[in-house]
């Protein structure tokens, strides 16, 4: 399955749900305690784990994100992450993965102090090794769920876990002589997994 047709594919299913969420915003007449729509902001500490084949520790790490809510129960998401990681071989180097994604949020409940949520979205990833020019460069698809806290209108704390896809399709060389690119191993796509507690403000 080439990466155009599943970016398609996400493209359609977002699609999809931003048509819902306009038939769920004129569904919704009540007014809620909670400031669920108009701009957001997150901040998040991260854990993630790679595929074995990467040959890499869990590794720790952060991510920001600036969100807009159009409707009370659906938000869009833009989000930068990064996370550091020991190889499990040779001399121990590190490395750092880093991404930016766009994705698209649903809460389950907007009532109550108690919301779940679920999300979908998109990214371009790097992993590099630390303190050389040496890349991988990837997109991926993203799927996540979890649960917010609202201790007030405006400020909750949640947790959350994301599953992501990864599809690298170059490694990046710099050189004194330019960029050479060389192709990706196959094994080197696949899942990756990642555990966010986050506090957000909106």
């Known amino acids: 399955m080439s990466t ?51 040959n890499l520790n869990e590794g720790e790490g952060g991510a920001l994100s600036l969100g807009y809510g159009f409707s009370q129960r659906f938000t869009l998401w833009a989000t930068v992450l990064g996370s550091e990681h020991r190889s499990t071989i040779g001399d121990n180097e590190i490395m750092n993965f880093g991404g930016a994604e766009l994705s698209l949020q649903h809460k389950f409940e907007i009532k109550s102090r108690f919301q779940p949520f679920g999300k979908v979205g998109v990214g371009v990833y790097v992993l590099e090794e ?39 399709f170059k490694r990046s060389i710099q050189e004194a002589d330019g960029e050479h690119i060389i192709d990706v191993s196959p094994s080197l796509n696949g899942d990756t997994a990642a555990f966010l507690l986050t506090l957000t403000v909106q």
């Open 130 to 168: 630390d303190q050389t020019e040496e890349s991988l460069i990837g997109t991926g698809i993203t799927l996540s769920l979890g649960a917010d806290y609202f201790f007030s209108r405006h400020f909750g704390i949640g947790a959350e876990f994301a599953w992501k896809k990864l599809d690298f």
């Open 4 to 54: 155009k047709w599943k970016c398609s594919s996400i493209f359609w299913q977002l699609f999809a749900l931003l048509f819902v969420s306009v038939l769920s915003a004129q569904e919704e007449g009540k007014p809620t305690r909670f400031s669920h729509t108009g701009l957001k902001a997150a901040i998040s500490t991260v854990s993630t784990e790679m595929i074995s084949e990467r």
